[in-house]
C-alpha cells in the first residue's frame, strides 16, 4: 500500500517530525514491513509553472499550436505544442531551456537520469521549452489526471502569484511515499489512519481524526432512497444523498493525496469518494439517483446467467453465487467490485446517492475471481473490514462535499445493520507476555502501549481486561498481546535469552511402538518404504476390491491436481503392490518391504470435521524362498516383541485381493471371548498380481496399528529354564486340502495334556503321492513335565490321545514317520 508521508502527517501530532529514514526505520522496527520510499517530484529540475496567455494555429502544420505563456518574473515565452486539451487562462508546468524532466517524453523510452529540455523550433517556429503533461513528470499512466491524462497537465487551482515558481516547491512534489506490505491478518492497515495509529503509537504522538460533522438540510435521504437488503452476504449498508451537486476538478491537494496513494484523480464527487476509502479503508460509491430507477436501492444475489455492463464498458454474465446492487429494473453495480455503466457520475449530475457498505469477503472475492475483475474496493472487502466504519466514512465523504461547496447534504441515512458488531474483550497477563517475550515490563508500561494503540485497558494487578477495537479484527486471544507489546516496545530491545521450558519431551506409545516396528521388520531383513497418500480411485478394480466395500468409501479431494490424486488412501496395499511390481519389472528376483503409513476415512461422527487419519503397517514379499508362512512368521516375531497373545488366524475363502483360501483374518480373543480383528495376510490373487505385471506368487499382510497397540503388552514376563528334559514326537497326517492349518492346531492343543508344551508346523507336502485334493501336514510335538522327568509311557499315552482325536474329528490319515 502507498502512503504518503505528509498524508499521514494530517493525522498525527509530534513535537518534533522524524526525518524520512528515521520514520521508516522506526516502522520497521513497530512491525511494519517497507518495501520502497520514493518521493513524487524525483528528478524533476527547474520545471516552471505558467499561465496560458494565448493559443493560435501553427502556420505550417495543422495539429501544433503556438502558445504564448505568462511565466511571471521570468517574463513571458512561447511554446509549442500539439497538445488539443489547452485553453486560455490554463495553469500548466513549462519545461524551460536547460530544465530536466524524468519522463518519458511522449511515444518514447524513459531515460536513465531523465531528459533534458533545450529550446528549438518546431516547423520553423521558435519554442523556448516544452509545456510537460503528467507523465513527463513522473506520473504513473494510471494516476494521471482525467482532465489532463491525454494532454498537458492542466494544473487545478490559481496559481496566479506563483507564476515562474518551481512546480516541485508549489505542488509539494517533494513528499517522500512509502510502499508498506500489508499482511493479510492486518485489514485495518489498509488506510491512512489505520497507518497513521501505527506512527503514533510508534513515535509516542497523538492521533488525531478528521472531521466528519456538517451543515445539513432538512430534507431526509429516506425522502429520496429506500433500501432493502435481501442477502446475509450484505452486512450493513448505509445511503446518504447530496443534493445540488456542483461536478468539477478537485483541488489540487486532493489530487495529490490520491497520485501519491496511486490513484486517477476523476472529478470532485468520484475523488472525495476514493480519498475516504483511502483514508478510512472503507469502499464507497457514489450513484447518480436519475439511475436508480424508483429511488429503490435492493442487495440481492443475481439471477443466473443474467448480463450486466460494469463502469469499465465490458458486459459480464452473473451467476446466482454474486451479490448485486439493483435499483427497480435491474443490476446498477456488482457489490463490492464495480459499478454499473449508466450510474456514473455524469458532468451533469445533480443529485448523488453515496453507498458505504460492508459486504462479505469470501463472497466478494469469488465474484472477483469469476469476473477476472479486481479492484482498490474488492482487495479491501476480500481481507475484511469493520462494518462499524460504514457510517463514519459516509459522514466524512458528507463532510468534504460540504466544506469544498460541491452540494448541499439532506440530514441523517439509510441504514440497514442487522447484527451490530461489538468490540472483542480479550483476557491477557502481564506475567504470561513477559515470560513468553523473556522481559520485566511493567503493567503501566503495557497498559500505555495497549491504549497508545486504541484498546481500553482494565483490571488489576496480573490480570489485564482488554477491550480491542472492532477495526482489528487480528486480535482474538492472549498470545496477539504479545505480538502488539513485543513491536511497540521493541523488537531490538528483546533480550537474547533461550526460553526455560518445564516439559518433558516424550515420545508417544504410537511413536515408540512403530519405532520398535520398524527396527524389529528391519532386521529380518525388509526395507521400508513409502507411498503416496494420494490415489487414483481405479486401483480398486485393480485389487478387485467389492463396489460396496468400505474401501472405496474415499475422502474425495476438492481440487485434485490430477485423477491420480483424487481421493485419499483408505488402505496400504495397492501402493504395496504397486512397489513390488517396480521392483519386479526391473528383475529384482526376491523383495521383502513394509510400510507405516496413515490411511484416512471418513468422520461418519461429525460429518462435517475432518477426516479420521490412523496407521496402518503393510507387508509384502515375493521371491522362490518366500511364502505364506515366511510372512506369518514375520508377524509372529512382532507379536511376540509387542507381547500380543491368544491370536488365531482364521481361513477365508474370498477376500477380494487375496487368493480364495490362502488367506486368513488375523484375530485377538479378548477376555470376554470376542474375536477382534488386527488385520489380514495371504497370498495374493493371481489376477491382482496380473493386473499388476507381477509372475510370481506375492503374500501381503495389513494391520491396524492402533489395535496393534490396544492390545500389546509392555510387561515382560521371564520364565525360569525348565529343570527337567523334554522330548518331542513328529506326527505326519494326510487331510483334505479345504482343511485349515488353524483347525488342525486347535484339535491337536484340545487332546494335548498338561504336558504338551509346543505344537510346531514345519513341513506341507502335495503331490500324487498323498492323492488328488488331498495334502500332507507334518508337526514337531514338545511334551515335558514341570516336576519329573517323563517315561516313554506317559509320553506315548499323551501322543496317542492327539491322534485319535486327529482321526476322528478331522478324518486325518497318519503316515508312518
Request: proline letters at 4%; hydrophobic letters at 40%.
Amino acid at each position: 500500500m502507498l502512503v504518503s508521508i505528509d498524508w499521514i502527517k494530517d493525522y498525527v501530532k509530534l513535537d518534533k517530525w522524524p526525518t524520512d529514514k528515521e520514520f521508516c526505520d522506526r516502522m520497521i522496527m513497530s512491525g511494519s514491513n517497507i518495501e520502497t520510499i520514493s518521493y513524487l517530484g524525483e528528478g524533476i529540475e527547474n520545471v516552471k509553472i505558467a499561465k496560458v496567455l494565448s493559443i493560435e494555429k501553427h502556420p505550417d502544420a495543422d495539429k501544433l499550436v503556438v502558445c504564448q505563456m505568462d511565466l511571471g518574473k521570468l517574463g513571458k515565452l512561447q511554446i509549442v505544442t500539439g497538445a488539443s486539451n489547452l485553453y486560455v487562462g490554463a495553469y500548466v508546468p513549462v519545461a524551460i531551456d536547460g530544465s530536466v524532466v524524468p519522463g518519458p517524453l511522449h511515444g518514447q523510452p524513459k531515460q536513465e537520469g531523465g531528459v533534458k529540455i533545450s529550446a528549438g523550433e518546431l516547423r520553423g517556429v521558435k519554442s523556448d521549452g516544452m509545456m510537460c503533461g503528467p507523465q513527463e513528470l513522473g506520473i504513473a499512466d494510471k494516476c494521471a489526471p482525467f482532465m489532463s491524462k491525454d494532454g498537458i497537465w492542466l494544473l487545478a487551482g490559481d496559481y496566479e502569484d506563483k507564476l515562474g515558481e518551481n512546480i516541485d516547491d508549489v505542488l509539494g512534489l517533494k513528499d517522500g511515499v512509502i510502499d508498506f506490505e500489508i499482511t493479510p491478518n492486518r485489514p485495518d492497515c489498509l488506510s491512512m489512519i489505520g497507518m497513521a495509529r501505527e506512527a503514533a503509537a510508534t513515535f509516542g504522538g497523538k492521533l488525531v481524526y478528521p472531521k466528519t460533522d456538517c451543515n445539513t438540510l432538512t430534507e431526509k435521504s429516506s425522502d429520496y432512497i429506500d433500501v432493502e437488503v435481501k442477502s446475509e452476504l450484505c452486512k450493513r449498508y448505509t445511503a446518504r444523498v447530496i443534493k445540488d451537486v456542483k461536478i468539477a476538478q478537485s483541488p489540487w491537494w486532493l489530487q495529490k493525496k490520491l497520485i501519491a496513494a496511486g490513484m486517477r484523480p476523476i472529478n470532485n464527487i468520484v475523488d472525495i469518494t476514493n480519498f475516504v476509502m483511502m483514508e478510512y479503508g472503507q469502499p464507497l460509491h457514489a450513484f447518480d439517483i436519475r439511475s436508480l430507477a424508483g429511488g429503490k436501492i435492493e442487495v440481492d444475489v443475481a439471477e443466473n446467467g443474467s448480463k450486466f455492463t460494469t463502469l469499465n464498458g465490458v458486459e459480464r454474465t452473473f451467476d446466482d453465487n454474486m451479490l448485486m446492487i439493483n435499483d427497480a429494473n435491474g443490476p446498477v453495480a456488482v457489490a463490492g467490485v464495480m459499478g454499473g455503466l449508466d450510474s456514473e457520475i455524469k458532468p451533469d449530475t445533480e443529485t448523488v446517492v453515496l453507498e458505504s457498505a460492508n459486504f462479505v469477503g469470501s463472497s466478494v472475492r469469488q465474484t472477483s475471481k469469476k469476473l477476472g475483475l479486481r479492484t482498490e474496493a474488492s482487495g479491501r472487502y476480500e481481507k475484511g473490514i469493520d462494518p462499524n466504519l460504514c457510517e463514519i466514512a459516509a459522514d466524512r465523504v458528507c463532510a468534504l462535499i460540504d466544506e469544498l461547496g460541491y452540494g448541499k447534504v439532506l440530514d441523517g441515512s439509510v441504514d440497514i445493520y442487522k447484527n451490530p458488531e461489538n468490540p472483542k474483550v480479550v483476557s491477557a497477563r502481564v506475567s504470561r507476555i513477559n515470560k513468553v517475550l523473556g522481559t520485566n515490563i511493567s503493567r503501566d508500561e503495557m497498559v500505555a502501549i495497549l491504549e497508545s494503540l486504541e484498546m481500553k485497558v482494565q483490571g488489576s494487578g496480573d490480570d489485564m481486561i482488554v477491550t480491542a477495537p472492532t477495526v482489528r479484527q487480528d486480535i482474538l486471544q492472549e498470545v496477539d498481546f504479545v505480538e502488539e507489546i513485543a513491536r511497540m516496545y521493541g523488537y531490538d530491545k528483546l533480550p537474547n535469552t533461550l526460553p526455560k521450558l518445564d516439559v518433558k519431551a516424550e515420545n508417544s506409545l504410537s511413536w515408540e511402538t512403530r519405532r520398535k516396528i520398524r527396527e524389529l521388520l528391519c532386521a529380518m531383513g525388509a526395507d521400508e518404504i513409502q507411498t503416496f497418500s494420494f490415489i487414483n480411485q481405479k486401483i480398486f478394480d485393480a485389487c478387485r476390491i467389492d463396489e460396496e466395500s468400505w474401501e472405496r468409501d474415499t475422502v474425495d479431494i476438492i481440487n485434485p491436481m490430477g485423477e491420480d490424486t483424487a481421493a485419499m488412501r483408505t488402505i496400504l496395499t495397492p501402493g504395496m503392490l504397486d512397489v513390488l511390481a517396480r521392483n519386479y519389472s526391473r528383475s529384482v528376483d526376491a523383495v521383502r518391504v513394509f510400510e507405516i503409513g496413515k490411511v484416512f476415512s471418513k468422520n461418519y461422527i461429525q460429518p462435517e470435521g475432518l477426516p479420521d487419519e490412523s496407521y496402518d503397517l503393510s507387508i509384502g514379499i515375493y521371491g522362490k524362498d518366500e511364502s505364506f508362512f515366511t510372512l506369518k512368521g514375520m508377524i509372529e516375531c512382532m507379536f511376540d516383541m509387542m507381547g500380543i497373545k491368544d491370536v488365531s488366524y482364521i481361513a477365508e475363502p474370498e477376500y477380494g485381493v487375496y487368493h480364495p483360501g490362502r488367506c486368513a483374518r488375523v484375530v485377538k480373543v479378548t477376555d470376554k471371548g470376542e474375536e477382534v480383528e488386527l488385520g489380514i495376510m495371504g497370498e495374493i490373487h493371481p489376477d491382482v498380481a496380473s493386473n499388476y505385471g507381477i509372475g510370481d506368487k506375492v503374500y501381503c499382510g495389513e494391520f491396524f496399528i492402533d489395535r496393534l497397540i490396544e492390545f500389546s503388552s509392555r510387561e515382560i514376563q521371564y520364565a525360569k529354564p525348565p529343570k527337567y528334559p523334554s522330548t518331542s514326537r513328529d506326527i505326519a497326517m494326510v487331510v483334505d486340502e479345504s482343511t485349515a492349518v488353524a483347525d488342525i492346531e486347535k484339535v491337536i492343543k484340545e487332546a494335548g495334556t498338561e504336558i504338551l508344551r509346543g505344537v510346531k508346523l514345519f513341513d506341507i507336502y502335495r503331490g500324487i503321492q498323498v492323492g488328488k485334493g488331498k495334502k500332507s501336514v507334518a508337526y514337531s510335538l514338545t511334551y515335558r513335565h514341570d516336576d519329573r522327568t517323563l517315561t516313554d509311557v506317559e509320553t506315548e499315552e499323551a501322543h496317542a490321545k492327539v491322534v485319535e482325536a486327529l482321526k476322528n474329528n478331522l478324518g486325518a490319515s497318519i503316515r508312518d514317520n
